[in-house]
């Protein structure tokens, strides 16, 4: 490829989305990906998990994150991907908080059988629609988390917020339970985009929320962006961005949509000639970018971004971020132990676990007394040696061989010799440039810094074309 076409340009991004995009390609949220995780692992392989994760006072004291999910929501958003359930019928949603207490009692016998008590720092509570519940049900689910969590100990409390179902007098409510942070899905503020996606939530609704009085309530306020949506248009997600920026959050999250239709089948409601194609979306996502980098936001890792004052942007610069699935946190790496249907806890650097899908079968594990446990994976030393690489790539869009070479006391360039000569292809492309000890991801690399961890996963391996 010649100089003078290696600058940072559309054309150039396109051209290279050509060679480099395959229909598979991992966005690296747990590695390896949950397809590879077996459901031949469940309950007891877990508490032994949990043990090992306590097993010495060292890590008795390690901070651990709680997610906690609900599944439930009001309205289907045509885009969503995640495990949700649409229901105007409130009386499932408290069936399904007791069957979410019931298993809240289960581990916190299981911790107080096993004199554990699990040092949790962070809280998110995500779904689904945490703000579905009800005053009174909000009020017993903190009780009921009070049994297993010291809220002493919170540092991060988050809650997803569905700007439709939320006033300023329930933010204010949210915090006086301790939540601190509180993150918005904007998606995209375009009506004609809303209406394509049956999600309207004009920038008004926002406004009339974010106001100071409300902010100062919460250390932090994130927004989850989509890029990808039916009718976007360059213009149009231009205006959505320069929105974003006007409304000032401390994070945002700016995502690519999965179209699943195999297994979210109201995506095919969504009009598939409206959807921009992968090189449209790919151009979208570089122009907002740009956007969010010239107004004073730091990028971090692919998709996310903090203003240069946040916690996270600052622990960004001091190479103290961690990525662990629910997005990136400043400091030290926790643990994560995930609750309610769907949810998954990775607990030791071995192990991954993940609670049933489906409502059936998560009440009928709990009506037999077991946690809810779908299925599972053991990592093995190499796999946990190509996540350390996929996740500091992703995250700091640079490697450094000696610090891998130390903690897992290996040669790199030996270990990885068949990879480092794979990686010579997105060299010659200017994507990325390998040294003695390190490898640096260029601009124009990070956009493709899912395909250049590919070569280093095992299970959905990069192939060349
Ligand atoms: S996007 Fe959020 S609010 Fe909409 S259906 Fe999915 S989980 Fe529910």
């Not at 010649?2 to 991004?13: C, G, R, S, T, V």
């Not at 996502?285 to 946040?310: C, M, P, W």
Request: hydrophobic residues 35%; glycine residues 4%.
């Amino acid at each position: 490829m010649n100089d003078a076409k290696n600058e940072l340009n559309e054309k150039l991004i396109i051209e290279l989305m050509k060679k480099y995009n395959d229909d598979l390609f991992p966005m690296y949220v747990e590695f390896p990906h949950k397809s590879f995780w077996s459901e031949k692992l469940k309950e007891e392989d877990y508490k032994n998990a949990l043990k090992n994760l306590f097993s010495t006072d060292y890590k008795k004291k390690a901070p651990l994150l709680l997610y906690v999910h609900i599944p439930y929501c009001p309205k289907q958003c045509w885009f969503c991907i995640c495990y949700s359930k649409v229901t105007k019928d409130y009386e499932q949603v408290k069936r399904y908080l007791d069957y979410l207490f019931r298993e809240i009692d289960m581990l916190k016998k299981f911790f107080d059988e096993n004199g554990i008590t699990p040092n949790f720092h962070d809280i998110h509570l995500g779904g689904g629609s945490p703000t579905y519940l009800k005053e009174e049900d909000f009020d017993s689910l903190i009780e009921k988390l009070k049994s297993i969590v010291d809220f002493k100990n919170i540092r991060e409390f988050t809650i997803e917020i569905d700007p439709r179902a939320v006033t300023g007098e329930t933010l204010k409510y949210y915090h006086s339970k301790g939540i601190n942070r509180i993150s918005l899905g904007i998606q995209d503020f375009d009506p004609e985009v809303q209406k394509a996606v049956n999600r309207i939530q004009p920038v008004e609704l926002i406004e009339k929320l974010l106001t100071p009085e409300i902010r100062k309530n919460f250390s932090g306020v994130n927004f989850d962006i989509l890029c990808g949506l039916p009718r976007q248009t360059r213009e149009s997600f231009r205006k959505t961005i320069e929105t974003v920026i006007k409304l000032s959050p401390d994070r945002i999250c700016n995502v690519f949509v999965t179209y699943a239709t195999s297994y979210r089948k109201h995506q095919k409601l969504i009009k598939e000639k409206e959807v921009p194609d992968i090189y449209e979306r790919t151009i979208l996502f570089y122009e907002s970018v740009q956007t969010l980098i010239k107004n004073g936001y730091v990028r971090i890792g692919f998709d996310h971004f903090a203003k240069s004052t946040d916690q996270l942007a600052k622990a960004f610069s001091n190479k103290s971020i961690h990525w662990n699935g629910l997005g990136y946190r400043a400091g030290e790496f926790m643990d994560t132990i995930g609750i309610g249907t769907s949810s998954a806890s990775r607990v030791t650097p071995y192990y991954y676990s993940q609670n049933y899908y489906e409502l059936p079968l998560y009440e009928k594990a709990i009506d037999e007394g077991k946690l809810p446990i779908y299925r599972g994976y053991k990592m093995n030393s190499n796999d946990v040696i190509r996540r350390e690489i996929i996740h500091t790539m992703r995250s700091f869009f640079s490697l450094d061989f000696h610090k891998i070479e130390q903690l897992y006391n290996i040669k790199f360039k030996e270990y990885f010799k068949k990879e480092l000569k794979t990686l010579q292809i997105f060299e010659k492309d200017n994507l990325l440039n390998v040294s003695d000890d390190m490898i640096d991801i260029t601009e124009l690399g990070k956009y493709f810094i899912y395909q250049i961890c590919q070569v280093f996963d095992t299970y959905i391996p990069y192939k060349s074309k």
